[in-house]
């Protein structure tokens, strides 16, 4: 499977622009998912652009959670392909999509492809398993790492976290995964970086994780 940053505070590929937000493409087992939309739908679908990826042929927008700097681009997005959205239960529905799902229990979204269910009646995190393990992606992490840890884990064991870790600072929680990118509003990145120095991954838009 293959993770590519969209949109995020910091860029990691020239050319890429930078915003507060977060937004990636998530491509495994034929589907291709846009997980959040960032901030401002042109930045979206400019770094879009410049990545190779055509909004077209994505199959299913999955919102981590209706904070501005997850939905932004939403409508946009939707008016160029109407998919469908996946949503958290106490969410407003989103105008122009094709379907929208609102997800309040752990839900199957592809073969293999999961939501944790909205947690703490905010945020769900999107789960993938593979055969190393779980990976899950994270939009800004409030109902708490340690919650969506233990949602995930019950489809098995959690290999990789991605994505936003607001507030988070209970690190000894990243002992047993393999790796960890920390990125959008995680504050703590250079003290994740110093404590797992071989699991830590750099985030920013453009970056390309493999798994
Ligand atoms: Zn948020
Ligand atoms: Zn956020």
Not at 148 to 172: E, N, P, Q, T, W
């Amino acid at each position: 499977m293959k993770i590519t940053i969209i949109y995020d505070n910091e860029v990691w590929k020239e050319g890429l622009r930078a915003d507060w937000g977060f937004s990636c493409l998530i491509e495994a087992y034929g589907k291709k998912i846009l997980f959040d939309t960032g901030s401002n739908g042109f930045i979206l679908l400019d770094n879009m652009r410049k990545l190779d990826i055509d909004p077209l042929e994505i199959d299913a927008v999955f919102i981590s959670h209706f904070h501005w700097d997850h939905i932004g681009g939403l409508a946009d997005f939707l008016s160029i392909n109407p998919a469908k959205v996946y949503i958290p239960l106490s969410s407003d529905e989103p105008q122009g999509a094709g379907k929208t799902i609102k997800v309040k229990e752990y839900v199957k979204i592809f073969e293999n492809i999961f939501s944790t269910g909205e947690l703490d009646d905010i945020e769900q995190s999107l789960v993938i398993k593979t055969v190393v393990g779980l990976v899950v992606i994270a939009g800004c992490s409030h109902p708490g790492v340690k919650n969506i840890l233990k949602a995930a884990s019950k489809l098995g064991k959690v290999y990789a976290l991605i994505g936003g870790l607001h507030g988070f600072r209970d690190f000894h929680l990243l002992e047993d995964l393999e790796l960890v990118c920390p990125t959008h509003c995680t504050q703590f990145i250079p003290e994740i970086k110093l404590r797992y120095p071989d699991k830590y991954v750099k985030g920013g838009a453009g970056k390309v994780i493999e798994i």
